[in-house]
C-alpha cells in the first residue's frame, strides 16, 4: 500500500498550514482564549476565501469535490497549529454526513453556506452515560407535519457557535434517524462545557424541540450514525496526528539547542531513547491513520481500521507529549511556552469518542 500523496493532495496541506501557521499564532491564541469562545471568525473566512471548507464537499454545492482523505489532511494541519476554527465538528460530523446522506434539497440548503463559511454545523453523536452511538436515548415521534425530539446530548463540538445541529434519535423506541435541529429552535438549550484543552463544546439538552418533515436524514438511522461515528473516530486521529508531530518537532528543536553540562540535552542518551520511542509512536499514528483515511475516501467499510487508529491515538499519543514536556522540563508546563497547548489537546482526543481501553474494548467483542 503507497500512501504517498499527490502533488494536488500536498498542495492542499501546504495551503492550509501557511493560513493556520499564520493567523493561528501563540500570540493571538493566547487572545482569543482570554475571550468567552475558543474561535477566530476571520480565519474561518479566509479558510472559505481559499476554497478550503468546501475540500471534500461535491461541486454541485460550490465544493472541490475531494473526498475524505483530502479532508483528514486539512484536520491533520488543523492539529499542528491547534487552530480555534471548528472543522472537526462542521465539515466532517456535520457536512460530510450531509453529503452522503442527504437530498438534494438538503444538500443545497445546508452546504452552500458552509462552503461559503455561512454556516457551522455539529452533530451530537455523545449521550450520558451511554457507549453505544447507534442506540441513542433520545426520543423523536412524529408531531403535526414536523417531528418533536426529547433527550440530552453532552460534549457536543462548537455546539454554541452552530446553527445547525444533527441530532441521532430512536423513533418510536425502534429504528434511529439523524435529524437536522435549528438549534436556535424552541425546545433547544445549549450549556456551554469547560473542556481540557479550552476548545468550545456544550451539552445540549431537548425538550420538545421540534424538527420540520423534512429535516431527516434518509436510510437507515442507525447505519449514518455508525458511519458518522467510524469518520469522527479516523477525524480525531488526524488531528492527533498533527499534534503529536508538531510537539515531537517542539521538543527536537528543543533538546538541540538547550545545553546542559557544556552539551546539548539531545546528546544524552536518556534523552536520545526517549526520542526515539516517541518518534515510533508517532510513526504508528499515522500510518494506522493514514490506512483507515484511505479505505473511507475508497468507499470502503473501515470500523475495525479506526478503532485501531484511535487505539494508537489515544496510547501513543499520551506517550508522545508527555515526552516532549518532559525532555523540556519546567518550561513544558509553563502556559506562556506553547507546548502546553499540544499536551491539552492531545489528552482531549486521546479520550473524546473512547479512550484507548474502549477501543481495545470494542475490537475484542467485535473481532
Not at 446522506?101 to 454545523?121: M, P
Not at 461515528?229 to 508531530?245: D, F, K, S, Y
Not at 499519543?317 to 507546548?339: E, K
Amino acid at each position: 500500500m503507497d500512501f504517498t500523496f499527490t502533488e494536488e493532495q500536498e498542495t492542499i496541506a501546504k495551503v492550509a498550514r501557511q493560513l493556520f501557521e499564520h493567523r493561528s499564532t501563540p500570540t493571538r491564541l493566547t487572545e482569543l482564549e482570554a475571550g468567552d469562545v475558543r474561535y477566530d471568525a476571520a480565519l474561518w473566512q479566509e479558510l472559505a476565501k481559499a476554497d478550503l471548507l468546501g475540500i471534500a464537499l461535491p461541486e454541485d454545492v460550490g465544493g472541490t469535490g475531494h473526498g475524505f482523505l483530502e479532508l483528514a489532511l486539512l484536520l491533520a494541519e488543523l492539529g499542528a497549529s491547534v487552530a480555534p476554527v471548528p472543522l472537526y465538528a462542521t465539515l466532517l460530523l456535520g457536512a460530510d454526513t450531509i453529503a452522503r446522506y442527504g437530498d438534494a434539497s438538503q444538500r443545497r440548503h445546508y452546504l452552500r453556506d458552509v462552503v461559503t463559511g455561512e454556516r457551522i454545523l455539529t452533530a451530537a453523536v455523545a449521550e450520558p452515560a451511554r457507549s453505544d452511538p447507534t442506540a441513542p436515548a433520545t426520543s423523536a415521534r412524529r408531531d403535526g407535519d414536523g417531528w418533536r425530539l426529547d433527550g440530552s446530548k453532552e460534549l457536543v463540538p462548537a455546539a454554541q457557535l452552530a446553527q445547525t445541529i444533527l441530532i441521532p434519535a430512536t423513533i418510536d423506541g425502534e429504528n434511529a434517524g439523524v435529524f437536522l435541529l435549528d438549534a436556535n429552535a424552541g425546545g433547544v438549550e445549549i450549556r456551554p462545557v469547560d473542556t481540557t484543552n479550552g476548545e468550545p463544546y456544550a451539552d445540549v439538552f431537548l425538550d420538545g424541540a421540534r424538527v420540520v418533515d423534512d429535516g431527516c436524514l434518509a436510510g437507515d438511522g442507525r447505519e449514518i450514525v455508525e458511519s458518522m461515528h467510524t469518520r469522527g473516530l479516523v477525524g480525531l486521529c488526524a488531528i492527533q496526528l498533527g499534534v503529536t508531530e508538531r510537539a515531537l518537532r517542539m521538543a527536537a528543536s528543543y533538546t538541540t539547542e538547550r545545553e546542559q553540562f557544556g552539551r546539548p540535552i539531545g546528546s544524552f542518551q536518556a534523552v536520545q531513547q526517549r526520542m526515539a520511542d516517541a518518534f515510533i509512536d508517532v510513526e504508528a499514528i499515522r500510518w494506522t491513520t493514514w490506512q483507515a483515511a484511505w479505505l473511507l475516501g475508497e468507499g470502503r467499510q473501515a470500523v475495525r481500521e479506526a478503532s485501531i487508529a484511535k487505539f494508537w491515538a489515544a496510547e501513543a499519543g499520551a506517550r508522545v507529549v508527555a515526552t516532549a514536556q518532559q525532555v523540556h522540563g519546567g518550561i513544558g508546563i509553563d502556559t506562556t511556552y506553547p507546548l502546553f497547548r499540544y499536551f491539552l489537546w492531545a489528552k482531549h482526543n486521546e479520550l473524546t469518542l473512547g479512550s484507548a481501553t474502549q477501543q481495545l474494548a470494542r475490537l475484542g467483542a467485535a473481532y
